[in-house]
């Protein structure tokens, strides 16, 4: 139950980080849309460790499969079945782990929570689980984009103290594309390169905020009350892996405006409604407004550092651990694709919602 | 659909600002729990307009009916409708709202999604709705409290620029509930109040943020994958009207520190594990650590200012409104109780799935 | 949860037969409906105890009212909270069973599962409930009518060994209502009034069948797999009070019959595909084939009986019982609109989830 | 989403009968039960075509594999992904389903909703969809074995109009598996067997009823209202290929008796409550009271017959097809797995539902 996501679009996620594989199975696919592996694996790719010098070297293909859903190259309406095999297996690599709890890893929740844990990797609270999201929402992105003509987008906007100016209006995705870090802003993009070499140097780890954005939605996708388009965002999001905090529009900064300041004034042009600043970002009460919905994630520095640190073991004792797992010094450009594929997610499903009660 | 919340302890609510009443279904609720109106009146008093200078002067009672689902003051484990009647239905105020389109409010977005609206008032994107998440809330708070000996909190952390001093750990309720503006820290709920009523003065208003707080979880509640308990907390927390972000322990500012410094690290005493430092703010993976649960929700200044702003009317032609509904200088104060019942309602449904399956 | 039925259509009763009322909320109507308890009221006064001689005489006049979801007599797109007031509280006429168990009756049950069981009448396991059902299906039936073109009927079909001659595709609704037992073969009607008649007088009850009708539906609604449309339907026959059992199309018959002989074969004329035979009962894999949809629901006996009746009370001693409730000879004639009401929230449901992924 | 089934312990079936395979996603299944491949390939021998001279010829191992969720043998609490490769492709079977379509099979209806189609074979039409629903129920079972003390038992009571004699409170599962046509009636399953092989050699098919049975579940599981047992049952019937009806208790021979013959009276020996009689089938207002239940369903004669019949292509001309696919002449042996698949998904669910809102 909790592996699932969406109600008329709607995803399981299966797999741990060491065992048959990760996947994803995408029920409420619109039919005759045509698919292969070969629309999926690029955001696969961008997701994978391995892809540069500053995310994990974990060494796997993540080649995906369609096992199930298509049929001479188009969807058929049913349950479409994604798999991606775990080549990169090293269970000795995390020996030690079987007895201790690594700091701010979720081993120790999971331990008190079921009683039994894969101490082979993070098992399933391991960022390998994200292969079955992105897989999927590119499946979501492409529907998005040829059947009602929205634009998914995600870029680095911060690395520890060093912020990018982006314009989340006119940002394109080959200039996202265009360096390893996944930000827009080259100039500052080298910087927060230089920074993530020097954690990974350090064997020390940093965080930082991705802003994701959706452009082309019609007025009128969302829900009132609690299936507000920002709410679902909003539990997308705070449900990736190291994730902390998720804002809107204004977000945090807006409370240091007044109301006068806030507001978005409507205007119209050829009978075409638009707000004259977007502090909302896009979403009134809970629907779009046909602004540009922009929003930023943080997600906390890796936990995984290269140094010893106190613990505890599973009995409970104090112990000392020293990590052996991949070094990942930096989630960020590996998390785009996956507030890409979450936010189009959210979208797709609400897409199909609005068609079915008010199209 | 859009209308519900939770999957074991799940809730319905229903109602405009105008109209016939709002209320809730609440299904799943345990039986033989001790249950009437005077459990549930004390949180929709401190929910309501006109309790204090500070808050909207609307003028309702509030009085809540408990119509089904209860037996000789114990639930009966089937459906509880709880129901608030409207009071102060003033139609003509809004008269001018029924051709123009309040800017940041949801007329517009309701009327490009429904074709059709309650112009007498916010509709169902008044924050009356939350009446119904109040009411349920302070069941769900009864059953955390008296079955699984959890507490659940919340104050104004911040208002505009005015930052509040609170330690997570030992705020208790009835600091919280010394002053109208819902602060603990004394001194600093002064300087609110001082912000707030020149706000009021001024026809403007403020926004700020609400800090949520749950003590005495047990580690374990929560799930892997979308169902994190952050995740589920940050949807709750962004359906409520005006929010605009959220973060979980070190949120946004976790994000300059190094992996090294952010990792809370594991001790044991006595066969019980904690952490020394609570960055993660009680929660790992997705699941409760058994440290305190601590997060803070950003609410905007309200949309509704006593000046005439530029706006358009359901013709698409441009136009200035002057806002004459109830003014409502800074939601903050009402917000605290919607964020304990929407913590509460998390809380509870994650108590009850956790029981289903490891139980 | 248990209290909720359909996914996109979706309703939630709430109430027990003694109490503040029972009602119902329905989330995700369309929007811009007509809509007053004028279209809700004629279904409900079919449903209602006291309308005839041969069914219980329980004095209700079961008055909707509508508090919430609708402005200017339109739907607008949210919730639709309807209420019907409890009037003929009895709770003395229950005294007895308030240490007892009815046999056949749902107090045991009740008491096993809660602990803890409103005595005064059946409570939720009351047919009463089924006032929220009947309302709800009369908006749907409306949608289904206006906006689909879909007709939905039902009428007994059996009592006891009294079987009516009708042909799905021909009745009529006038034909139905035409007389008190709501048997459109008048002749059999006479028969089966005067059979429920004898079994008043001698304080005991008879079962039956009551067959539903679906005409106009269009072929390609319904699901591969578990939500078939005949899934969907047996579900929902088997939920309503009484009901022992479900068949569609050619049923239990039909497994008297060859593969050769039961075939539907399919013949086109003018571009349009028809069967030449109905065994499916219009449904072909879970997913209407534009065929006329019927299905037999059974009704056992009512167990309230005028008779001394060996059972325990709740200290699980042996003693007798001798029901003082309303007599009920026959729940046939009320279990139409009942059977009526959640075909519609069934189709009306498969409606819109077909238009969401293959619209 | 029409491929989830159950709540709590919620399974996802996914595949076609050509293309990678077949399989199910099973979330929510308890932590630390011992779980192998080997625990679930026998109920999948029993399902799988090519097991007797009376079923489908069809020739696949169907070998089971688990992709997830388990560790060391137990089970992790995490989503388990079980997976069937197809091995028995023969595409070329089915050229001349590429353009007509089999009477009585869902080929039109799934053309009529997607606008296309896996022509080769059922595609998810196939009753090889229900490998992942017997994937799963053997895990459903093993939990209610080991953790509930209860059993599920299925059975063929009737092939055409050879009737079983059985007694659902004694019959044993060996007496069940010592015929190929698993009916325990040892004399009649033979001359089944012969009807069967009759069949076959008139390339002609057969229908039956097979009678599921729960025994050992407490009093108390189930939902008031819509998820009452009998009706979860029933939509789990219904969501069988072929089923046509399902009744429960005295079903619809129950009709034939007054109410005073029908109710089950109450006894009580030991503190321990009872019914004499059980024409309620182990369930009293949708909640189970102690006493076996039972129910039946009926499948119709399979629609794959080797004859040449009357149909219409997918041009919607009228046109005569002979069917070239597998001939499975009944059933019903096949069936008896399936249906106690699903009673025990139907079980567990309640039981994990029970604990939650009860325990």
Redesign the interface.
């Known amino acids: 139950?909790?592996?699932?996501?969406g109600?008329?679009f709607?995803i399981?996620?299966?797999?741990?980080s060491h065992?048959?594989?990760?996947?994803v199975?995408v029920?409420?696919?619109?039919?005759?849309l045509k698919l292969t592996e070969a629309d999926i694996q690029p955001d696969l790719d961008r997701r994978r460790p391995g892809q540069s010098k500053i995310v994990s070297p974990r060494k796997e293909s993540d080649t995906v499969?369609?096992?199930?859903?298509?049929?001479e190259g188009?969807?058929?309406?049913?349950?479409?079945?994604l798999?991606v095999k775990n080549e990169d297996a090293r269970p000795e690599a995390y020996l030690e782990m079987k007895e201790k709890?690594r700091?701010?890893?979720?081993d120790?929740?999971?331990f008190?929570?079921?009683?039994?844990?894969?101490w082979?990797g993070g098992?399933?609270?391991s960022a390998r689980?994200t292969v079955g999201r992105v897989a999927a929402g590119a499946i979501a992105r492409k529907i998005l984009l040829e059947r009602f003509g929205v634009e998914i987008l995600a870029y680095v906007k911060?690395v520890?103290?060093i912020i990018a100016d982006v314009n989340p209006d006119k940002v394109k995705f080959k200039e996202v594309e265009s360096n390893i870090v996944r930000c827009p802003d080259q100039t500052v993009a080298a910087k927060m390169v230089r920074l993530i070499e020097k954690?990974r140097r350090a064997g020390?780890?940093?965080?930082?905020?991705v802003e994701g954005v959706v452009r082309g939605a019609?007025?009128?996708?969302?829900?009132?009350?609690?299936?507000?388009l920002?709410?679902?965002?909003?539990?997308?999001?705070?449900?990736l892996?190291a994730s902390?905090?998720?804002?809107?529009?204004?977000?945090?900064g807006?409370?240091?405006?007044?109301?006068?300041?806030?507001?978005?004034?409507?205007?119209?042009r050829n009978?075409?409604?638009f707000?004259?600043t977007n502090?909302?970002?896009g979403?009134?009460?809970?629907?779009?407004?046909?602004q540009t919905i922009f929003f930023r994630v943080?997600?906390?520095?890796?936990?995984?550092?290269m140094?010893t640190?106190?613990?505890?073991d599973a009995a409970?004792?104090?112990t000392t651990l020293k990590a052996r797992g991949r070094h990942d010094p930096c989630v960020l450009p590996r998390a785009v694709p996956m507030v890409e594929a979450m936010t189009a997610l959210v979208l797709v499903d609400h897409a199909?919602?609005?068609?079915?009660?008010?199209?």
Not at 112 to 118: E, I
Not at 244 to 252: L, Q, R, V, Y
């Open positions: 139950m909790a592996s699932s996501f109600r008329l709607r399981t996620t299966w797999g741990e065992g048959g594989g990760v996947g199975v029920d409420g696919c619109p039919p005759r499969q369609i096992l199930s859903g298509t049929f188009k969807t058929l309406g049913t349950p479409i079945c798999w709890f700091p701010s890893h979720a120790f929740t999971y008190a929570k079921y009683g039994v844990r894969n082979q098992g399933r609270a689980e911060q520890q103290k954690m020390d780890t940093v965080g930082g905020i019609p007025p009128g996708w969302g829900e009132p009350v609690f299936d507000k920002e709410a679902d965002l909003a539990k997308a999001m705070l449900s892996p902390k905090a998720f804002e809107i529009g204004s977000g945090f807006g409370i240091l405006l007044t109301g006068r300041q806030h507001n978005d004034l409507f205007r119209a009978k075409k409604v707000t004259t502090f909302s970002g979403i009134q009460g809970g629907i779009s407004n046909g943080a997600f906390k520095p890796v936990a995984t550092v140094h640190q106190d613990t505890v409970f004792r104090n199909l919602r609005h068609k079915a009660q008010c199209g």
